[in-house]
């Protein structure tokens, strides 16, 4: 069945570590996106890319960094530069970045503070 | 920028109707979605409007009127499973979506 896998499904950072959530999709779609989920927030984009080798910050990319070697493939790291990581991180996918088909999201990695 | 307000809680009775609401703000519209996101677990697809008027989807319908930025999601014969946070998300021109905070829908018997 084609879809989106995160991982690791739940993830601890200790102080100072960089941890990366691994995002696969196999739905042959050109864009993917990262979001944040905080309590109450709603939805908040990281980074996003429309196309493989290119991508773009979005409304809180600061602390965080991303890759985009393979289409399969949307890696996010998030730095020890995000003083606040803990949160629900969805990773979704679309067919093109610049039309109206719906996103298509992963089920979450909840990443907390040790 | 945008804007987009949902009501942040609702409560609706097992069988009834219920209309969630989404006012938004932004420059070139280019389409408004409907998600709906159950506590702990992944946004699903729930609706697309981009031109205005009523798309009906079974038991939910979702209305857009672009004149006024608004749009609401209609869930008739409600049931328990329909418990969850629905989510309003905005494009505009070219940029990703844009989501509201969501509305957290609890249905009681």
């Known amino acids: 069945d084609g879809g989106i896998t995160q991982s690791p499904k739940y993830l601890f950072r200790k102080e100072g570590q960089n941890v990366t959530l691994s995002c696969e999709q196999n739905l042959n779609h050109d864009a993917m996106y990262w979001y944040r989920q905080d309590p109450g927030q709603g939805l908040r984009l990281i980074y996003y890319s429309q196309i493989v080798n290119d991508f773009q910050k979005g409304d809180i990319a600061e602390g965080y960094s991303v890759s985009r070697e393979k289409k399969e493939s949307f890696p996010l790291t998030v730095t020890s530069a995000q003083k606040n990581p803990t949160a629900f991180y969805l990773c979704?996918?679309?067919?093109?970045?610049?039309?109206?088909?719906?996103?298509?999201f992963g089920d979450g990695t909840r990443l907390s503070i040790l | 920028g945008q804007n987009i307000d949902q009501p942040t809680e609702m409560t609706a009775t097992e069988g009834a109707i219920v209309q969630i609401n989404c006012t938004y703000q932004?420059?070139?519209?280019?389409?408004l979605f409907w998600y709906q996101q159950h506590a702990g677990e992944a946004p699903t697809f729930l609706s697309y409007?981009?031109?205005?008027g009523l798309e009906e989807k079974g038991r939910f319908s979702s209305f857009l009127s672009r004149s006024k930025g608004y749009s609401y999601l209609l869930l008739k014969e409600l049931q328990m499973k329909d418990s969850a946070s629905y989510l309003c998300a905005v494009r505009a021109g070219n940029t990703p979506l844009v989501f509201g905070k969501g509305t957290r829908l609890s249905v009681i018997a």
């Open positions: 932004t420059s070139g519209f280019n389409g």
């Open positions: 979704a996918s679309s067919i093109g970045g610049n039309d109206n088909q719906p996103q298509h």
């Open positions: 409007n981009v031109l205005d």
